[in-house]
């Protein structure tokens, strides 16, 4: 496997479900891609992002996915963002906790287990969205903190990065433009506070 930390242009894997690819936006307004525009932005080399994530998947099918899936190399940065399927289709904490170890430590193996080059993102709170109503809301919001408990723990175990963007989903019921056309997946400006949420830490890394 060809050492990718040697020099730029940087290499970002980002893995994930519909969070991940922006559905209801471009691909460019998704959150990767608005962040690799922001490392741009602060003057680094950045290759395009490459991304394993679909609409809907679950851990396991990230899983599912990767086993099918051709090495793509190694990274200077992944990221992770899975478990808000998990939460709907009702999977049980322990199965969440299982697929989710396995999929932290494919993640490290991108990096050659660099856990420091490792980004997880939390689950957004889609209980505050539109296509929650008349559903039992204040369930959905604890069986989601439920989850990211259980993420943010195995993720600093391991000594990744976490980063907490939860707080900032539940900014759409203060805004509708933070929210995509479906009721349920975000807009472009929401992505972009992501993205520049996580770009700290990116650089903070990229300029080791």
Known sequence: MDDPFLSPPYRFLALGNSYTIGTGVQAAGSWPWKLISL?????VSVEDPRTIAQNGWTSADLIKALDS????????????????????????????????????????????SDPTRVI?????????????????????????????????????????????ITPL???????????????????GKMYQIWGETVLPVVLDRLNK
Not at 39 to 43: E, L, Q, S
């Open 120 to 164: 997880v993102l939390s689950i957004p709170d889609w209980s505050v969205t539109p296509f929650a109503k008349g559903r039992d809301q204040v369930q959905i919001r604890a069986e989601i903190e439920r989850f990211n408990s259980i993420n943010r723990h195995l993720t600093k175990t391991r000594g990744a990065h976490y980063v907490d």
């Open 69 to 112: 899936t051709t090495c793509p190399g190694s990274f200077h940065l992944v990221s992770l963002q899975i478990g808000v399927n998990d939460q709907y289709d009702g999977v049980p904490v322990d199965k969440y906790r299982k697929h989710f170890g396995n999929l932290l430590e494919r993640s490290l193996s991108f990096t050659a």
């Open 169 to 187: 989903s539940r900014r759409v019921k203060e805004s509708n433009a933070l929210l995509a056309e479906d009721g349920l997946h975000f807009s």
């Open 39 to 43: 490392v741009r932005d602060a003057g």
